[in-house]
């Protein structure tokens, strides 16, 4: 993929060079010609062709977020099961859920 980039800029290089140094040619024509056929065109191919790449990593990143949220999880759980659980005005039943979680949300059957 970094290949094809390459030869691209080279080739686009050489036009803007060509255009330069030619004698109806202007250095601004030169630079416009190195944007508009080389760095905006291969900008956006390159975006594209790295969008499966980027969709791996970000799943990868889940995948190990979610991991690591469960095995903390289950650290918890076990840290509570063998200490001893204090009660106090966070926790007022005792049962171990944050404070917001003290009352379970009412189901409704229809």
Do not use: H, N
């Given at each position: 993929?970094?290949?094809?980039?390459?030869?691209?800029?080279?080739?686009?290089?050489?036009?803007?060079?060509?255009?330069?140094?030619?004698?109806q040619?202007?250095?601004?024509g030169?630079?416009?010609?190195?944007?508009?056929?080389?760095?905006?065109?291969?900008?956006?191919?390159m975006?594209?062709?790295?969008?499966?790449m980027r969709?791996?990593?970000?799943?990868?990143?889940?995948a190990?977020q979610t991991?690591?949220?469960?095995?903390?999880?289950?650290?918890?759980?076990?840290?509570?099961?063998?200490?001893?659980?204090?009660?106090?005005?966070?926790?007022?039943?005792?049962?171990?859920?944050a404070?917001?979680?003290?009352?379970?949300?009412?189901r409704?059957?229809?």
């Open positions: 993929m970094y290949l094809i980039a390459i030869a691209w800029i080279y080739v686009v290089l050489m036009m803007a060079l060509a255009e330069a140094l030619s004698a040619g202007t250095v601004l030169a630079i416009f010609t190195f944007v508009l056929y080389g760095c905006l065109p291969l900008s956006i191919v975006y594209l062709l790295g969008t499966p969709r791996r990593a970000r799943l990868a990143a889940e190990q991991s690591s949220a469960a095995e903390a999880a289950a650290s918890s759980v076990t840290a509570q099961q063998t200490a001893p659980v204090e009660t106090s005005a966070a926790q007022p039943d005792g049962d171990g859920l404070p917001g979680d003290a009352v379970a949300p009412k409704e059957e229809r």
